[in-house]
C-alpha cells in the first residue's frame, strides 16, 4: 500500500476531497503497520474495513457542496436538532440510572452537589439542540 493519493495535485481541490486524501494516507499508513501484528482474521477484517471506507470516501468526494441548496439541507438540520435534545435527555435519563442504582445512598441534593457537572453537561446538550430546532422554525419557509 502506498500513502499517497493516486489523485492528481490539483490547486482547486474541494473540502471533500482533501478530507478524503488526508484520510486515506493516514488510513493506509496505520493498516500497513497493524496487519502484520494482529491475527490473521482481525487483519483481514481491518482490510476490508479500510477498502468500504476508500469506497465510501470517493463516492463522498464526488459531491459538489456549492449545488446543494438551503432547502435541501433543512430537514438535516432539524434531524440534527432533534439527535441533540435526544442525546441531551438520553445522557440525563443514563445519569439518573446511574446514580439511582450505585448512588443510592445519596439524596437528590447531594447527587447533584456531586454531579453537577454532569446535569449542567447534558442539560447544555438539550438546550443547543432546542436552539437549532428554534432556528429552523423561524426561518422563512421561501429560503
Given at each position: ?83 441533540w435534545v435526544g442525546m441531551g ?22 447527587q447533584i452537589y456531586h454531579y ?5 453537561w447534558f442539560v447544555s446538550i ?18
Amino acid at each position: 500500500m502506498k500513502c499517497e493519493s493516486d489523485a492528481p495535485a490539483s490547486s482547486e481541490q474541494t473540502a471533500l476531497v482533501i478530507l478524503r486524501d488526508t484520510e486515506r494516507s493516514l488510513r493506509e499508513t496505520t493498516v500497513t503497520i497493524l496487519a502484520p501484528i494482529l491475527p490473521e482474521p482481525l487483519a483481514v477484517r481491518l482490510g476490508e474495513a479500510s477498502i468500504l471506507a476508500d469506497a465510501s470516501l470517493e463516492e463522498l468526494a464526488e459531491i459538489d457542496l456549492d449545488s446543494i441548496s438551503v432547502q435541501e439541507l433543512r430537514p438535516v438540520r432539524i434531524r440534527m436538532g432533534l439527535l441533540w435534545v435526544g442525546m441531551g435527555a438520553l445522557s440525563m435519563l443514563l445519569l439518573l440510572l446511574y446514580l439511582s442504582a450505585l448512588h443510592s445512598e445519596f439524596s437528590p441534593g447531594e447527587q447533584i452537589y456531586h454531579y453537577w457537572h454532569h446535569y449542567v453537561w447534558f442539560v447544555s446538550i438539550g438546550i443547543s439542540g432546542m436552539f437549532m430546532l428554534g432556528r429552523e422554525a423561524l426561518r422563512p419557509p421561501d429560503e
